[in-house]
């Protein structure tokens, strides 16, 4: 194995941790796995009523553990019914559970690893799980491979807690500067905080991320691997103010973190670092869409086209970018004067607007930027052909890891004989959400968007789930894991690519061949790109 897909391993298996092992001690705790280890066999409905928990997000913890090769999950869509079974690992991994307790117990407890900015009064607490850490929490490694495999699954698990939380808030305020990089440095000279920061270095030098000699740092190999890709952390640990809470969302009130008012911020996620880990995590899907819109608005004008609508706007900076495209590299870019591109940003968040409109202004980019909800399409349409005479079927609409987050509304058409083939585990605020109705309510989102992108098309670029049994067989090569567990307690509808694709048929809306793509271009791809468009 190369050293590279070695360290790409390692940045999965740390996401894999920081869901895992608050999940992991939540279950441990409540006795759940003691029960699963008993009865060897159990249902999702047996362990609820026991242990009077919230069936919703119960069931996305069991398939997090089965995700992580723990236990086995078999879900029946006819039946619906959900099975837990102990395997082979089970008994052991559950006994190491206590391990997770000391990064648990500082999730939940402090700031450390929610906050951005680390501070020096957090010096005690990194020293005694470093020092832990350091001897590998005293545990004796087996000559068993597979319990092997297990301690070294659940310390790399640990070093997950420690190392993603601390590389966001590096990454974030600035620290992965290029001449950083490529320099020897005094913690003093470059944290405002530095003896926490020694700290931290002289643990990431244990880790072989930093050489040190006297007192002077500098980057290895392997350091720079990872700090050069601090983003890919960003949004699941965007994520843990959510798993501080999971104890409540598996056993409390389970609409307690999303009850807030109207314009308070949100309390499940930091918000700012989901926006910046999104932004680099993306920037490779990014690459492809480029080649769509170039294809596209290099066609004949009268086959091209008016405009592009991005719906969650987000700061308006994919639509500045595809802006930018289509100016330098298309056809249509050198007829702008005759035939103008109608550039409309839409989104849910006030703030996004205003946002959007500062940057689009200070980019010298005209476009329209206005309210607008993914679940109606309707009212988008009629806003736009009142206020602006555009019609909203004569632009491309392009959208980017959005459609899974949509407002969960009730099916209003229930199709008696589906049978989802869905493995996903879904929810809202705590109640489980059966897979035939969650496909009903994809159906029923993308029959309202059909008849307005069936010319153009739909551009999206979608996160998907896979089986837990697949995920499993392909750790360190998929976030599947992390995916599953930051979207599912966070009330949105990750389905598999196949369930995308059939529910877009049955609402009229067929993916060009030319331009799907799947990522990785393997049967556990996690993230599509699609070109949806009427026949």
């Not at 609820?48 to 069936?55: C, G, H, L």
């Not at 969650?438 to 670029?461: A, R, T």
């Not at 009330?491 to 799947?518: C, S």
């Amino acid at each position: 194995m190369t050293e590279k897909k070695e360290y790409r391993q390692k940045i999965f298996q740390h996401l894999d941790g920081l869901v895992t092992a608050p999940v992991a001690m939540a279950l441990y705790k409540k006795g759940i796995c003691k029960v699963i280890l008993e009865k060897e066999k159990v249902t999702l409905s047996e362990l609820t009523k026991e242990f009077n928990a919230n069936d919703g997000y119960l069931n996305i913890a069991v398939r997090t553990l089965a995700s992580q090769g723990f236990l086995e999950y078999t879900l029946d869509n006819k039946e619906n019914t959900i099975t837990i079974q102990s395997n082979a690992k089970s008994a052991y991994a559950f006994s190491l559970f206590p391990l997770y307790q000391d990064v648990v117990h500082l999730l939940n407890e402090t700031e450390l690893f929610t906050s951005v900015r680390i501070a020096t009064n957090f010096i005690p607490q990194l020293n005694a799980i470093f020092s832990k850490f350091k001897n590998n929490f005293e545990i004796q490694f087996s000559e068993n491979q597979e319990e092997r495999a297990i301690q070294e699954q659940i310390l790399t698990h640990i070093e997950g807690y420690l190392v993603a939380p601390i590389v966001v808030s590096l990454g974030m305020t600035g620290m992965f500067h290029k001449y950083f990089m490529e320099t020897s440095f005094r913690a003093e000279e470059f944290h405002r905080e530095p003896e926490v920061f020694k700290v931290i270095l002289d643990f990431f030098a244990h880790l072989n991320w930093f050489t040190e000699k006297n007192g002077n740092y500098q980057f290895t190999e392997t350091g720079l691997f990872f700090a050069k890709r601090a983003t890919a952390y960003g949004v699941t640990v965007s994520y843990l103010p959510m798993f501080k809470k999971v104890e409540n969302l598996l056993f409390g009130n389970p609409k307690s973190l999303r009850e807030i008012a109207p314009h308070e911020d949100e309390i499940h996620v930091n918000r700012e670092m989901n926006v910046w880990g999104s932004g680099g995590a993306h920037a490779t899907y990014f690459k492809v869409i480029d080649d769509i819109i170039i294809e596209l608005f290099n066609k004949p004008i009268n086959e091209q086209p008016k405009g592009i609508l991005d719906m969650g706007c987000g700061n308006g900076a994919f639509l500045q970018h595809i802006f930018e495209v289509i100016e330098r590299q298309t056809v249509r870019g050198k007829f702008l004067e005759e035939y103008p591109l109608f550039l409309v940003g839409a989104d849910y968040n006030q703030a996004a607007l205003k946002v959007t409109r500062a940057n689009l202004i200070k980019a010298d980019i005209w476009a329209k930027v206005i309210w607008g909800d993914i679940g109606r399409p309707d009212l988008l349409a009629k806003d736009l052909e009142e206020n602006y005479t555009i019609d909203l079927k004569d632009l491309l609409n392009v959208r980017t890891f959005l459609d899974h987050n949509r407002i969960w509304e009730e099916p209003k058409e229930i199709k008696m004989d589906r049978i989802s083939i869905s493995t996903g585990a879904f929810a809202h605020r705590g109640e489980r959400m059966d897979n035939n109705r969650v496909e009903d309510n994809l159906l029923q989102h993308l029959k309202k968007w059909s008849p307005y992108v069936q010319k153009y098309g739909l551009l999206i670029i979608e996160l998907h789930t896979i089986s837990p049994q697949l995920t499993a067989q392909n750790l360190g090569k998929t976030a599947a894991t992390a995916y599953d567990a930051t979207h599912g307690f966070s009330d949105q509808f990750i389905v598999e690519i196949d369930v995308l694709h059939n529910m877009a048929a049955e609402a009229g809306l067929f993916p060009e061949p030319l331009y799907f793509k799947k990522f990785p271009s393997t049967d556990y791809a996690t993230v599509s790109i699609n070109l949806l468009k009427g026949h």
